[in-house]
């Protein structure tokens, strides 16, 4: 806890948060994030605020925002503050066309290119269910050509999802989707069965590579040329103008010919980028 948590004003009773301290917020996030905080979030954003708090021990919201807004206690709290507000909702194989794109048609095709080694980004990894499962369709596919080794990056705005990504520990509900043969190939079960916890197998997990990484950011430190880039139900939480930003800085970073992945509920419709669909959310690098 820093000095200056301890020292922000306190109250004995806690109030809503005001118009004025939401209003604040919301467009700090969004100008940090890109993620929008329109006004029927407003009761939302308060209780994951709340859940924060407990931690600086700063028992009133409004008094939560003057610590950040007029004490400089941003600096300190705005990575806890991005965690709070972040929705992590992933799973295994989610969207599994995308997946099947890739054995079929994208893999075999970047292969006969003479690849080594295929490069892959998931931008916004969660706790690690999709380059997990990139992971297991890419040792499959890679055990079968001859000489062809793979690599992700996964990166996060969340550093709690991505400790939890890195640890590679998942619930046994959470790995439903897998089938029977990739769990016995690819995951532990814990000793203790009463924790049903389950855990990638180390050969795994070290195919992959984890970081912090804001798509805010004007530039990404990551190297370009990449094969394979998955955004995936992340840009539905950006406007317009901002998922442009984002979409243009990640072809950069994609080679002629690699693919782009997004959400089955999001569009690249009126935003001018260097690449052609070729399936469902599924787009190539000119």
Not at 188 to 200: F, H
């Amino acid at each position: 806890m820093s000095r200056q948590a301890a020292a922000a004003p306190q109250v004995t009773e806690t109030e809503p948060l005001s118009a004025r301290n939401f209003q604040r917020l919301a467009t700090f996030i969004q100008d940090y994030s890109g993620i929008k905080m329109p006004a029927n979030k407003r009761t939302m954003l308060e209780g994951r605020l709340r859940r924060r708090m407990r931690a600086t021990r700063i028992a009133d919201v409004n008094a939560y925002c003057h610590y950040l807004f007029e004490e400089d206690g941003m600096d300190a709290e705005v990575i806890h503050l991005i965690n709070a507000v972040t929705t992590n909702k992933t799973e295994f194989f989610r969207e599994p066309a995308h997946f099947d794109f890739l054995v079929a048609k994208g893999l075999p095709a970047l292969a006969a290119k003479g690849k080594r080694e295929i490069k892959i980004w998931s931008s916004a990894c969660s706790t690690g269910a999709e380059p997990y499962t990139l992971a297991m369709v890419m040792d499959e596919f890679c055990e079968a050509q001859r000489g062809l080794d793979y690599s992700i990056l996964c990166t996060d705005i969340c550093t709690e999802v991505l400790d939890q990504a890195i640890a590679g520990r998942f619930s046994e509900q959470m790995i439903e989707p897998v089938s029977t043969a990739r769990r016995q190939r690819y995951v532990m079960r814990s000793r203790d069965a009463s924790r049903s916890e389950v855990r990638i197998k180390p050969h795994l997990r070290s195919k992959l590579s984890f970081g912090r990484l804001n798509l805010m950011d004007d530039a990404y430190p990551i190297e370009t040329g990449l094969d394979i880039i998955f955004c995936r139900n992340i840009l539905i939480y950006f406007d317009k103008p901002t998922q442009a930003k984002v979409l243009s800085r990640l072809c950069d970073h994609l080679a002629p010919g690699g693919y782009l992945f997004l959400g089955h509920s999001e569009s690249i419709v009126g935003i001018d980028l260097p690449v052609v669909q070729i399936a469902n959310t599924v787009f190539q690098r000119r």
